[in-house]
């Protein structure tokens, strides 16, 4: 009984600590960024909300693609894997 009850708060502990590192990796600010996504899939320019381990949301998004000259806006949050990402830029 004792040896479960330890095991069980070190396990939360970990928790704790996992999510602490995880919210202190966001940026004391929002900040606006350009998303370019593997295999030329385009680019999504949006506010960098949140991480939630291996995906970005962003809001206030717009898809960019080379083939047209206008951005596409995007209803609601996007939700991208960092699996699927080249690279990120974070704007001034």
Not at 5 to 33: K, N
Not at 44 to 68: E, P, Q
Request: one cysteine or more; a positive charge.
């Amino acid at each position: 009984m004792v040896l479960t009850l330890s095991v069980l708060v070190v396990v939360l502990l970990l928790v704790v600590v996992l999510l602490c590192v995880e919210l202190l990796q966001l940026p004391r600010r929002r900040r606006r960024v350009l998303v370019n996504l593997l295999h030329d899939e385009g680019t999504i320019a949006g506010l960098l909300w949140s991480r939630w381990g291996c995906w970005l949301v962003l809001k206030d998004a717009r898809l960019l693609r080379s083939n047209s000259p206008e951005p596409v806006p995007i209803d609601g949050e996007v939700v991208i894997d960092k699996a699927s990402i080249a690279f990120l830029q974070v704007l001034p």
